[in-house]
């Protein structure tokens, strides 16, 4: 069993690279850390970077994982090896523009792209954005999956990933205390489906949504709550057709009796306030 204890960073394809750190920092309240050759970092944390810009397409998106150390890579290396899953390390140029100690690479049914990290490099400062959205964390990232129910199996088998709660066959999964760490979201391929950021109150997430509509951002979802996690949410669209979401009040599951809950596949069950997700099954 593979032993995950945090998120480390996304890695997201950018078609103009310069739309999106502008977007990032001007309007989700991202800080620019570095920018080396065709890639550009940014942050809402004390990690070194949450996103990792790199010019391209969806063939970019890359989740990062981290794991406690250099015993436990080796044996989630070899573990899903013999699993028959390919599983490659990464290069030391890799390992230098990741910011981490070391790495192995591997995807998923569905074809999204994933590393397995050890010890990614926090920010010796503190996060200090050019506008203030409130956010307090990088908490979790929704994941397109042609087979919601065949990559839960996937997670669930070889990793410390369990559900706690469906909506539809659509896991939120998690490998700690907090509601979700990975949504599934089915789709018709891969790819990173949204990207959340905690805000540290209800207030935040309503400035946002009239500074976000006064910029003509497309509003996704939202201000509205979720059912399951509890959490107050507003998703919006970014470059590229990425959905960002800011949240607070996420759900910290501390009973150890919890058991995952089965929601229909209704707009109700993904918002308790009636907001309507734009989504093309949930359109008049
Ligand atoms: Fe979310």
């Known amino acids: 069993m593979i032993e995950i204890i945090d998120l480390a960073y996304l890695r997201v394809g950018a078609a103009n690279l310069e739309e999106a750190v502008q977007f990032a920092t001007e309007t989700i309240g991202l800080q620019e850390v570095r920018r080396e050759d065709d890639r550009i970092y940014v942050r809402g944390d004390e990690r070194d970077h949450d996103i990792c810009y790199v010019q391209g397409g969806v063939e970019q998106h890359v989740v990062g994982f981290e794991v406690a150390s250099d015993i436990a890579l080796e044996a989630a290396f070899n573990e899903l090896a ?20 070391n790495f192995f690479s591997f995807s998923d049914p569905t074809g999204n792209k994933f590393e397995i990290v050890l010890r990614p490099h926090k920010s010796a400062r503190r996060y200090f954005p050019t506008r203030d959205a409130g956010i307090s964390e990088f908490s979790h ?16 088998t070889y990793f410390n990933i369990h559900p706690n709660d469906w909506i539809g066959d659509a896991g939120l999964l998690s490998f700690d205390a907090v509601h979700h760490r990975i949504a599934l979201f089915p789709a018709d391929k891969h790819g990173i489906q949204h990207i959340n950021f905690q805000v ?37 669209e970014g470059p590229d057709g990425m959905i960002y979401e800011y949240s607070h009040g996420v759900k910290i599951i501390e009973d150890p009796n919890y058991r995952p809950r089965q929601y229909p596949f209704t707009p109700e069950a993904f918002c308790a306030w009636g907001a309507k997700p734009d989504i093309p099954e949930f359109r008049d």
């Open 141 to 156: 990232v929704g994941l397109k999956t042609t087979d919601a129910l065949r990559d839960e199996r996937f997670w669930t």
């Open 200 to 236: 540290d109150s209800i207030d935040d997430i309503m400035r946002s949504y009239y500074f976000l509509s006064e910029k003509q951002v497309h509003i996704v979802f939202g201000p509205g709550r979720h059912v399951t996690s509890g959490a107050m949410f507003l998703y919006y």
């Open 82 to 101: 013999g699993a028959g899953i390919d599983v490659e390390w990464g290069s030391e140029g890799g390992k230098a523009d990741r910011r981490v100690g």
